[in-house]
């Protein structure tokens, strides 16, 4: 039986992807520009409901490959790329992956959660943004909020992480994922986009250079070059209306 990732190497994990897309330890990560920085193409289609995504690597290793369900919200379509990003590169061998809903996850789910957990909301980036008498006396749900907003990160990712840092207790948990966090955040002035799904269409990495490239070096026809080409302005036209984040 494989032993399960523990915290500090979560941790560790997190930091040395980090340093290889030139990220301190504690700030908070743009995820679209950390997958440009590391080269991975990712796609953001509709999935089945019960999908989050998936990801494969090239056999070679050179090339790695990401599709995520723009139906889920884009706080949660955050956590999946950091999910991914455990697959693909702290997994020996990594095979095709699909990231689903539910069900009894098996360790290395389990691990690749506490990754993206420790790679989107470190544990000193998040307690340096919560003020020392809310560290002492409670969180308030208006800290929360600004701490899903700044990490881009959904409620319940958020809620779990702050527990795994013994900053809330089980009780006030629950309390925390009974309401309508949609609501709650609007009432506080927030944009809502963190909390819906969007992105749909979407291409991040360098497709359109490849393809120019193969083009210039002859290994594929000019109506080919073209064909490719309009696939991604059919995406841009197709997604005009959605916000990234």
């Known amino acids: 039986m494989n032993k399960r990732l523990t915290q500090e190497q979560a941790s560790i994990f997190a930091t040395q992807?980090?340093?290889?897309?030139?990220?301190?330890?504690?700030?908070?990560?743009?995820?679209?520009?950390l997958l440009l920085k590391l080269g991975i193409l990712t796609r953001y289609r509709p999935l089945s409901e019960n999908a989050y995504g998936l990801s494969v690597q090239s056999t070679d290793k050179r090339y790695n490959f990401m599709l995520i369900n723009s139906n889920s919200t884009r706080g949660r379509?955050?956590?999946?790329?950091?999910?991914?990003?455990?697959?693909?590169?702290?997994?020996?061998?990594?095979?095709?992956?699909?990231?689903?809903?539910?069900?009894?996850k098996?360790?290395?789910?389990?691990?690749?959660?506490?990754?993206?957990?420790?790679?989107?909301?470190?544990?000193?980036?998040?307690?340096n943004e919560i003020p020392a008498k809310e560290i002492r006396e409670g969180i308030s749900i208006a800290t929360i909020l600004r701490l899903e907003q700044l990490f881009s990160v959904s409620h319940e990712a958020m809620v779990y992480r702050l527990k795994s840092l013994s900053l809330?207790?089980?009780?006030?948990?629950?309390?925390?994922?009974?309401?309508?966090?949609?609501?709650?955040?609007?009432?506080?002035?927030?944009?809502?986009?963190?909390?819906?799904?969007?992105?749909?269409?979407?291409t991040i990495g360098n497709f359109g250079s490849n393809a120019r490239r193969l083009y210039e070096s002859e290994k594929i026809s000019e109506s080919h070059y073209l064909e490719l080409l309009s696939l991604i302005s059919d995406d841009k036209q197709e997604g005009k209306n959605s916000i990234g984040c």
Do not use: W
């Open 168 to 202: 809330i207790n089980e009780s006030k948990v629950e309390s925390l994922l009974a309401i309508s966090i949609s609501e709650v955040a609007k009432a506080h002035g927030y944009n809502l986009d963190l909390y819906q799904g969007g992105n749909e269409n979407t």
């Open 106 to 127: 098996p360790s290395a789910e389990k691990d690749a959660d506490l990754f993206a957990s420790n790679l989107l909301m470190p544990s000193q980036g998040i307690i």
């Open 77 to 104: 379509q955050h956590f999946t790329a950091a999910h991914e990003l455990y697959h693909l590169y702290f997994v020996l061998n990594p095979k095709p992956h699909i990231c689903t809903k539910g069900g009894d």
């Open 17 to 33: 992807l980090r340093s290889k897309a030139g990220l301190n330890e504690n700030e908070p990560i743009h995820i679209k520009s």
